[in-house]
Structure formats: C-alpha cells, structure tokens
C-alpha cells in the first residue's frame, strides 16, 4: 500500500489477555518506529528498528512489552498480560534510507482498550 | 535530541495567519527543526523542518532566528482543517537509535 498499515484499528481486550498489533510499513522503508498516546497526552516512544541493527528497546515501558520486525519489514508489538494502564493508541512510523528524517510517515495507529 | 517548548494552546481566526512559536535554546549545531501535526484521532503529519535557512513549501512556512534558539511555523490561510495539535522538535540530521521525542505541542484552534 501507498502508507503505514496498522492492524487492527481497534481492539478491545480483557484485564490479563496478550494482544499482539501489526505495523506494514512503506515499502523499502528500513526504519520503523512504534509509539503509544495515552488520551491527552504526547507520543511516547516505544521502540526503534532499523535495517538489520539490534533494535533500540529503551522506551518500552515493561518486560510485558516486546516487539519484533521480520524480513526487514513488517513489525509486531506484543503486549502479555494487558493492564488497564496499557489503553492507549499504539502509533507505527516508517522512514526512507539515509540520514533525514523527513520523510517519517506514521500510521493511523492501532487504539487498544482494556476493560 | 534537543527539548522543545511551546505553548499548550492558540486560537487563530479562519482565513487568518497562524504563528506558532517553538524555543529550542538548547539546540545543536547539527540538529533540524521539525514540525509535525495530528489532526484528532489520525496518526502525525510531517509538515515541515529546516535547518538555518527559512523554508517554505505547499502547507506551511518555517521561520528559524538567526541564532536558531526559536522559530515560528506559519500557516498562511488558516482553515477549520487545520485544527490540530501542532509539535515542534529538534532532531539530530545523522539518524541513529533514538526516537522521534514529541512534547505536548500546541493545540491549535481554528476559530469560524
């Protein structure tokens, strides 16, 4: 597709269940970034792949959170055993190769409510 | 990446010019000014960054002080569309592992 595809666009979920969520990014797009927006609050980061380097996990906020990126392209972010405190809109971002980071596309994220 | 600050909130008439302010005091030599905006429950917009040089392009005007400590995003015409949350940030040209870090921006309202 022409953007950043997220799935599922909403999802519901009980206290304790693991949901996972899925980025596709821009084709040939070799950063990827997942970010979460709690209501009223900013873009907090969550974590950063890019090309075949180790990925930056400094923003996850548990042992709870993992994600992975397969083949380069698509990415899922599990979260296990879901908290209240999770329900929050879960935003994936991709950039082009090379240094600028103009050309940053996000999603139109993944909205996780955990009832 | 260098901290951002604007202010949480503006009001701006329809058809009328909207200045938004950033200070990045703090901000590195190598580092550019980036805004983004999210219109409600949509994913972030890239709008526009610059670097020393005044930029403009089909949504927005950038302007960077001559010491680069602040800047200003201009939106010529401003429509009810154009009601969002506004995020100024500085980010280091060279990539690398760290995130895009986004503040609370300013919540831009377009007045009718």
């Known amino acids: 597709g022409a953007g950043v595809s997220q799935s599922p666009s909403n999802k519901v979920t009980e206290k304790g269940k693991d949901v996972e969520l899925r980025c596709d990014p821009i084709s040939g797009h070799t950063a990827l970034y997942w970010y979460r927006q709690s209501l009223g609050q900013g873009l907090e980061f969550l974590i950063y792949?890019?090309?075949?380097?180790?990925?930056?996990k400094s923003g996850l906020p548990s042992d709870r959170f993992s994600a992975e990126r397969t083949g380069g392209s698509v990415s899922t972010l599990t979260i296990q055993r879901t908290q209240q405190e999770d329900s929050a809109v879960y935003l994936c971002?991709?950039?082009?190769?090379?240094?600028?980071?103009?050309?940053?596309?996000f999603g139109e994220g993944s909205w996780l409510t955990v009832v | 990446d260098a901290k951002t600050t604007q202010p949480p909130s503006m009001d701006c008439a329809e058809g009328r010019a909207a200045n938004l302010p950033c200070n990045h005091s703090?901000?590195?030599?190598?580092?550019?000014v980036y805004w983004y905006r999210q219109i409600h429950s949509q994913g972030p917009q890239y709008i526009i960054h610059g670097l020393k040089n005044n930029e403009t392009n089909e949504m927005a005007s950038l302007i960077i002080t001559e010491d680069r400590k602040s800047s200003t995003l201009i939106l010529p015409h401003a429509t009810l569309r154009d009601t969002a949350v506004y995020y100024c940030?500085?980010?280091?040209?060279?990539?690398?592992?760290?995130?895009?870090?986004f503040g609370k921006g300013t919540h831009l309202i377009i007045q009718p």
């Open positions: 792949f890019q090309g075949n380097s180790a990925p930056d």
């Open positions: 703090t901000i590195s030599g190598n580092e550019y």
């Open positions: 971002a991709s950039s082009s190769p090379g240094g600028l980071r103009n050309t940053i596309y």
């Open positions: 940030i500085a980010l280091y040209s060279g990539g690398g592992a760290d995130g895009l870090t």
